[in-house]
T-cell receptor
Framework: DAGVTQSPTHLIKTRGQQVTLRCSPK?????VSWYQQALGQGPQFIFQ???????QRGNFPDRFSGHQFPNYSSELNVNALLLGDSALYLC?????????FGPGTRLTVL | KQEVTQIPAALSVPEGENLVLNCSFT??????LQWFRQDPGKGLTSLLL?????REQTSGRLNASLDKSSGRSTLYIAASQPGDSATYLC????????????FGQGTELSVKP
């Protein structure tokens, strides 16, 4: 079992650009959640996908959007990037209860 | 609104010492509580999950307790080792918020040889 995987590992973008991050859940998991972690802070919940629908959303602007595919993998899209979007983006998968996290994607916005 | 606080923010101890990390939350209506470990620049590794009906969970040198009524959890690490150096995060999931995890800011632990 490969666990939760994320791609890419690192990404550098400039302000105003758009970015897509990808996540493959742990085998057998049907729910994917995305979190943003700024340096020195705890992760902040962005949104959660279940059965290809956004089930819950945190306090993030509409520039942040996502998608879940029939194989339960997921994408996080961020439009019109701001300097403040620089962070570690974490994906977590779950079936019931316990959440398992991937290694994250480090996004730097210049 | 659920808020999670971890004290202390940083802790440095000599190798071999037993230590306790604290986590408090403001709303006792939780579904479960998880403790995670995070190495610098890396993802989160789940250490222990405590369901709301449980009082504690143990894994090796780690023991986590939960007191819902007082809104507190502790992570006890026995016989600490330099390899335990990392940031430890606690997170709660509430019934009315689905699987959303609300995190504390973490405790950065350094174990000196």
């Amino acid at each position: 079992d490969a666990g939760v995987t994320q791609s890419p590992t690192h990404l550098i973008k400039t302000r105003g650009q758009q970015v897509t991050l990808r996540c493959s859940p742990k085998s057998g998991h049907d729910t994917v959640s995305w979190y943003q972690q700024a340096l020195g802070q705890g992760p902040q919940f962005i949104f959660q996908y279940y059965e290809e629908e956004e089930r819950q959303r945190g306090n993030f602007p509409d520039r942040f959007s996502g998608h879940q595919f029939p194989n339960y993998s997921s994408e996080l899209n961020v439009n019109a990037l701001l300097l403040g979007d620089s962070a570690l983006y974490l994906c977590a998968s779950s079936l019931v209860g316990e959440q398992f996290f991937g290694p994250g994607t480090r996004l730097t916005v210049l | 609104k659920q808020e999670v606080t971890q004290i202390p923010a940083a802790l440095s101890v000599p190798e071999g010492e037993n230590l306790v990390l604290n986590c408090s939350f403001t709303d006792s209506a939780i579904y479960n509580l998880q403790w995670f470990r995070q190495d610098p620049g890396k993802g989160l590794t789940s250490l222990l999950l405590i369901q709301s009906s449980q009082r504690e969970q143990t894994s090796g040198r780690l023991n986590a307790s939960l007191d819902k009524s007082s809104g507190r959890s502790t992570l006890y690490i026995a016989a600490s080792q330099p390899g335990d150096s990392a940031t430890y995060l606690c997170a709660v999931s509430s019934h009315n918020q689905g699987g959303k995890l609300i995190f504390g800011q973490g405790t950065e632990l350094s174990v000196k040889p």
